[in-house]
């Protein structure tokens, strides 16, 4: 895997985007981690390998560089029986993994570089391009995302890439950028049962402008209990299974 700029893609018709598929937990408050040092967390076993299955079932999967370096994500499927399942398909074990980036503050030693045989896709801001590629050098592809960082680039870039289905896990500001441009298809929002009730925490998905409003309601697909949270599958586009 090297870092070089990606291939020009020859012309022709457009690629449609990938499916995005955005996947939250939260407490019945709103928020998606705590003030303290430590990792909140607010699924459970049962939960977890129902996203682990979720991702089997993906191309990719996104997280913003914040949930990177808080988080420390491995990125990766857990289950053996699933990745024997995808390279019986002729895919890699784990789907690729992807973040995206303002300022390049990544750290090479991060596990979503270190762990796992699955390819690394780094969307950074034009202007911090090139001394991303010069930290990251041979350990992801890192490309140029734009100035900001458009959602829209990066998913024309990922299509050309061959991914058909993506999977966005986070953080808040990640969520609002995918959400406020209109280009979530599906959302997965796990409900916790316990409070927070700290506004020096984040929430799900942070301040922004969204097409989804009294006027425009998300169509609820999916109400789940899974122990003790429960899931709630809305459609967020025609694309939607159950929409």
């Known amino acids: 895997m090297t870092a070089a700029a990606p291939t020009p893609h020859a012309a022709g018709p457009a690629t449609p985007r990938p499916y995005v598929l955005l996947s939250c937990a939260m407490s019945i408050d709103g928020y998606i981690d705590d003030a303290s040092d430590q990792r909140l967390l607010l699924s459970n076993e049962a939960d977890l390998d129902r996203v682990d299955a979720v991702r089997a079932g993906c191309d990719a999967i996104l997280v913003g560089a914040a949930t990177v370096r808080a988080d420390d994500p491995r990125l990766v499927i857990r289950s053996p029986q699933r990745r024997r399942e995808r390279a019986d398909r002729g895919l890699p074990p784990s789907p690729t993994k992807v973040t995206v980036t303002g300022s390049g503050d990544l ?3 991060a596990r979503f570089f270190t762990v796992g045989d699955a390819e690394r896709v780094v969307y950074c801001a034009t202007s911090v391009l090139a001394q991303t590629r010069h930290r990251l050098d041979g350990l992801a ?3 140029d995302g734009g100035d900001p960082v458009d959602p829209c680039r990066v998913l024309a870039d990922l299509a050309a890439r ?7 896990e986070g953080g ?4 609002a950028l995918f959400l406020g441009a209109g280009l979530a298809d599906e959302l997965h929002l796990v409900v916790a049962p316990f ?3 700290d506004r020096r925490a984040p929430r799900f998905p942070g301040e922004g402008r969204f097409p989804w409003h ?4 998300a169509g609820l697909a999916e ?3 899974i122990g003790d949270v429960v899931l709630l599958r809305y459609a967020l586009s025609g694309r939607c299974p159950g929409a």
């Open 162 to 168: 061959g991914v058909r289905r993506l999977m966005v």
């Open 195 to 197: 409070f927070v009730g």
């Open 141 to 143: 592809t890192v490309a």
């Open 223 to 225: 109400v789940r209990q």
């Open 107 to 109: 750290d090479p030693a």
């Open 172 to 175: 808040a500001a990640v969520h």
């Open 214 to 217: 009294p006027g425009r309601r």
